[in-house]
């Protein structure tokens, strides 16, 4: 009698015991489960991109002219007004950023009006130029900090002689030179970009003609630019 209650007691308690533990097991874990990990997308600059510019030129040559009878003399330089597009493509190679591109600008940096004698040599500030440049870099996530050097071309200003016969007379011709500055860039989203950049600009020195063989008007093109720009990046 006594074992049989005994047995009876050991299996009231393993019943006891299962139950308390396929409880335990419908009941919610005290743990929260670990959250899925999204890496965020890491920001390139490789791509193709496009945009417009803004700023400000200042030239530093100047126009001078050639008179047999009274040698020669020259007009001052002055600034303006820059603004125009570019378009080009970077590529990424870990922290180093390369690429090329090409602007096209129109640019009020000509040089002011002079007189000698009774002849007047006008100003011309009104032209343009573009370049074709090499750009290199570093990245800083987001912010890129790049030089630049290449081809440039263009028609900027210089005095025009005018004769009360003939008239104004100078020829407008694109003179080629180059360029070389530098400038940092900042992905403001993953697809549009903002920069602020430096060039001086030097293009071929040009010999114009009034009257032909009495004045020889001469100017030599170089000048500075400033400017910001906006680009879209295409994915």
Known sequence: MRTSAFGLLAATAAL?????????????????????YNAMPIFTWSGFYAGVNAGYGWSSG???????????AGGSSKGGFIGGAQAGYNYQMGM??????????????????SSYGNTYY????????????ARAGVAFDRALVFGTAGFAYGDIGGNKGLDTVLGNHRSNDTNGGWTVGG???YAVTDNFTAKVEGLYVNLDTKDNYALADR????RDTEFGVIRAGVNYKFN
């Not at 100047?62 to 020669?72: E, K, Q, W």
């Open 215 to 218: 004045i020889n008007v001469r």
């Open 96 to 113: 180093f950023v390369v690429g090329a591109e090409t602007d096209i600008q129109y640019a009020a940096v000509g040089n002011k009006g």
């Open 122 to 133: 006008a100003g011309d500030s009104d032209g343009y130029f573009g370049t074709i440049r």
């Open 183 to 185: 400038g940092m860039e």
């Open 16 to 36: 006891a015991i299962a139950a308390s533990t396929a409880h335990a097991a419908d009941l919610p874990s005290r743990y929260s489960p670990a959250p899925a």
């Open 62 to 72: 100047t126009s001078r002219y050639y008179d047999p009878a009274f040698g020669v």
